[in-house]
């Protein structure tokens, strides 16, 4: 089994970078593909983007493109979210999850998720 913990949400302003770490425990995650999902009050959780390990694919939502990176530190056996031109629509908890293979767009399709890290953007 893996445990997942997010870290690094906070407030920031509008412009401005966060770094989210999702450190593991349990099992290493090379071979398992991540996905990072959001969730603002009032609305569905969303993803925001996700990567295979087998494959080496990354993709992103398009609300994201071009601002935001996702990475791997597999010494640490940690994944990163790369957060730069936060906009106030930014606002959400932000999640880590993996699963076997290849990763989805479905949040559904995840089977290990972290407690969340809340990200305020504000002026």
């Known amino acids: 089994q893996v445990q997942l913990v997010e870290s690094g949400g906070g407030l920031v302003q509008p412009g401005g970078s966060l770094r989210l770490s999702c450190a593991a425990s349990g099992r290493t995650i090379s071979g398992y593909a991540i996905g990072w999902f959001r969730q603002a009050p009032g609305k569905e959780r969303e993803f925001v983007g996700g990567n295979n390990w087998v494959d080496g694919r990354t993709g992103y939502a398009d609300s994201v493109k071009g601002r935001f990176t996702i990475s791997r530190d597999n010494v640490m056996n940690t994944v990163y979210l790369q957060m730069n031109s936060l906009k106030p629509e930014d606002t959400a908890v932000y999640y880590c999850?993996?699963?076997?293979?290849?990763?989805?767009?479905?949040?559904?399709?995840?089977?290990?998720w972290g407690q969340g890290t809340q990200v305020t953007v504000s002026s």
């Open positions: 999850a993996t699963r076997p293979g290849y990763y989805t767009i479905y949040s559904a399709d995840f089977d290990s």
